[in-house]
């Protein structure tokens, strides 16, 4: 559904534009709404961000979990506890919340990146830290490739 990286820019009040192709993928959806959390990847901060119907599928994943487990409740509390709503707006652009902007490190110029089923937000400069040591471990040991059948 969402696939590819995208640069855009975050405006003054914190807006910035969702990129065309995945404006597409939502409105397959039928639905401008989405969720937009806190996320780490590599030990940096970006931004998860849902279609509202993948969030409710996602939550009844969640839900399903030992109830009691403290790392689950310390996820929930992290990242669903973290989770804004957002409206795309009629030029296409959602506002992100300052407290995620913030976490996030979210400056002028930021990567959209698709990830199947959601979409992440990055700082830039951030993103090519973490792609460039994707790029290393997937090809510093083929086998991984090998069980991929590629």
């Not at 409105?27 to 931004?47: A, I, W, Y």
């Not at 961000?49 to 409710?56: D, F, I, K, R, T």
């Not at 399903?64 to 990242?79: C, L, N, T, V």
């Not at 707006?89 to 089923?117: M, N, T, W």
Request: one cysteine or more; charged letters at 30%.
């Amino acid at each position: 559904m969402f696939r590819g990286n995208h640069q855009y820019s975050v405006d003054d009040k914190g807006r910035v534009a969702i990129p065309a192709r995945f404006r597409e993928a939502l409105s397959g959806l039928q639905d401008e709404r989405l969720v937009v959390t806190n996320f780490k990847r590599r030990g940096r901060p970006c931004l998860d961000v849902h279609p509202l119907s993948g969030w409710q599928r996602f939550l009844e994943k969640v839900g399903a979990q030992k109830r009691f487990s403290p790392r689950i409740a310390a996820f929930e509390d992290w990242y669903v506890g973290g989770a804004h709503d957002v409206q795309v707006d009629a030029q296409g652009r959602i506002l992100v919340p300052h407290i995620l902007r913030e976490y996030a490190k979210l400056e002028r110029e930021v990567i959209f990146a698709g990830v199947s089923d959601r979409f992440r937000i990055w700082n830039k400069d951030l993103f090519h830290q973490v792609h460039s040591e994707n790029e290393r471990e997937v090809f510093e040991d083929p086998t991984l490739l090998e069980d991929l059948g590629l």
